[in-house]
């Protein structure tokens, strides 16, 4: 009668009550020795506990999201007779002491067998099959990860099965050349189906069983995914957190699938990484011998929703060693920038950008502004065209009021803004921030420049609160100061439209009969082309620079 075995968590270190991440097999599964039975994670590694032997699931004691301490009881599985547990080989074979001769009557006909086989070293062809799946036929073949003539290692991926529960790799059972593909994505496969024809130095061993027997190869790897490990994360689902069903895979990034296929991470690690599209080999392992855990793949991700790398989705800068090419030196960048850079990111990528030019003739508004400086300096202010602008961006908002809206997350409504607080982009020593000036359309000329240079102030030194940066739904961003002609300003999302000013200019305009001198200022409008048309955008900036030519509007 067939021992029952009682599958333990072995010694696992400091660790106490660490979660059960993944169930790999079902109650009924049939095991190998060494197959993983389930996936354990800790703060700084991930593992599997394997089977110490072959045989049968009898009953399952954890499931995903237990927590479990060394000496716990995960399974417990029939034993087939005549079978050696995997403690014992791991004792006997790769020493060669003298104790294998106890054994003799077991080990003899393993060494007949191999005797049999073709001699050690010499190649042969050798058919990649599909191997046991499970109860599923007719499986999509979803990715070719080889082509001929290309040269893979041992359990190196030939191609990937889909199911609605998982995705899978068919490995190569040997080092070797892949001689021709008998499969292409979109067929559909079964178990023992051939996917490929491989030319390999089979060592004396037959295929089917190279895996399982081969245990200093083990010793290399111990924690290679094996032909077959795969399937059995099936019948839980949720390796992950998810499954693959009605996954859209023409819009995940691209993968480098040779390398994928190689990176050391185990089969419920390279599933969820299919399913957020995270190339493997971009993301470097914490785990035990560097292997890729569920958290590094979720830092990876994140990394790249935060515009670390390039976007989610996105194709990245090349990593480049500057040094080669001469001296370098490293500087952290600005906390400032740190916090602005994603979310500038974010807009550029998110909104579709477009930029309105068009320039105002301001030529009264700066004759009105000098003759106010006096009563500002007066009141402790200095009056500058940013107060003129901003006011007059006012106007312009309530006669186009789609310029003062957000676009819903659902993406089919428009939230439509009944106030007037307007942003204005502020250089610093630290980076650029953009303060906001609260109900800006209640507030004479005079308060809009008090106002302006108090909270350049504080930004100059520091000194902005997060009060101070919250709630516009317009921004301004002025180099007036600096020079220019023009630029293309990143709309401040969920903003959808800011306003440039560059360096105003005197020009000769032609007034009819004759030239004469004009004092006109560049505007750049950028929008979100998902809320704002072209000609809005145009009507905008035309009626904005009528604004700032009429400034008494502005004034009272």
């Not at 969820?272 to 190339?279: C, N, P, Q, T």
């Not at 428009?414 to 204005?424: P, S």
């Not at 250089?427 to 302006?452: C, H, Q, W, Y």
Request: proline share 6%; net charge negative; with cysteine.
């Amino acid at each position: 009668m067939a021992d029952k075995i009682q599958v333990k968590v072995p010694d696992i270190g400091d660790f106490d009550e660490v979660e059960v991440i993944d169930v790999l097999v079902a109650e009924g599964d049939s095991v190998e020795a060494e197959d993983g039975l389930i996936t354990l994670e800790t703060d700084k590694a991930a593992m599997d506990v394997p089977a110490p032997q072959a045989g049968k699931v009898l009953s399952l004691k954890v499931a995903s999201g237990d927590k479990v301490s060394e000496g716990t009881v995960i399974a417990e599985l029939e034993a087939v007779e005549g079978s050696e547990s995997a403690q014992d080989k791991g004792s006997d074979e790769p020493s060669g002491s003298d104790d294998s001769d106890t054994d003799e009557d077991q080990s003899q006909p393993a060494s007949d067998a191999t005797e049999e086989a073709t001699p050690a070293g010499e190649k042969q062809e050798v058919e990649v099959t599909v191997p046991d799946i499970g109860d599923f036929d007719e499986v999509e073949l979803i990715d070719v990860l080889v082509a001929e003539g290309d040269e893979v290692e041992e359990e190196q991926g030939i191609v990937t099965l889909e199911t609605d529960k998982a995705a899978m790799d068919v490995p190569a059972p040997h080092a070797g050349t892949i001689k021709s593909l008998k499969v292409k994505a979109g067929d559909k496969v079964s178990q023992g189906s051939v996917v490929a024809v491989m030319e390999a130095v089979v060592g004396g061993v037959e295929p089917e069983h190279s895996a399982s027997e081969s245990e200093p190869k083990k010793a290399d790897k111990p924690e290679s995914p094996k032909p077959g490990q795969d399937k059995k994360s099936e019948p839980t689902g949720d390796a992950g957190g998810g499954t693959d069903k009605g996954l859209d895979r023409g819009s995940l990034q691209a993968i480098d699938e040779s390398g994928f296929a190689k990176a050391h991470a185990s089969p419920s690690v390279r599933k969820f990484a299919r399913e957020l599209g995270a190339d493997l080999v971009k993301i470097h392992g914490s785990g035990y011998k560097g292997r890729i855990t569920h958290d590094d793949v979720k830092k990876w991700v994140k990394s790249q929703l935060r515009g670390a790398g390039g976007g989610a989705g996105l194709p990245q800068v090349p990593d480049i060693d500057h040094s080669k090419f001469g001296d370098v030196e490293r500087v952290p960048l600005g906390r400032i920038k740190k916090i602005s850079g994603p979310r500038l990111q974010a807009s550029w990528v998110n909104a579709p950008h477009v930029t309105q030019h068009d320039e105002a003739d301001i030529t009264k508004m700066d004759a009105v502004r000098k003759a106010l400086k006096s009563d500002a300096e007066a009141m402790g202010t200095k009056m500058t065209p940013l107060a003129f602008i901003m006011k007059a961006c006012v106007h312009a908002l309530r006669e186009f009021p789609d310029f003062n809206s957000s676009l819903d997350p659902d993406g089919e409504h428009l939230v439509m803004k009944k106030y007037f607080h307007l942003g204005f982009a502020a250089d610093t020593p630290n980076g650029l921030v953009v303060p906001v000036i609260r109900d800006v359309d209640d507030k004479s000329v005079f308060d809009v420049a008090r106002e302006l240079g108090e909270l350049a102030e504080k930004a100059r030194n520091g000194k902005l609160q997060q009060k101070h940066m919250q709630g516009a739904c317009f921004t301004v961003s002025s180099l007036g100061g600096i020079g220019g002609t023009a630029f293309t300003p990143i709309v401040n999302a969920p903003e959808v439209a800011i306003l440039g000013v560059s360096k105003a200019e005197m020009k000769p305009v032609w007034n009819g009969q004759d030239f004469e001198p004009r004092l006109t200022l560049p505007l750049s409008l950028s929008y979100d082309h998902r809320v704002i048309d072209g000609a809005a955008a145009a009507r905008f900036t035309r009626y904005l620079a009528d604004v700032l030519g009429e400034c008494r509007n502005l004034v009272m």
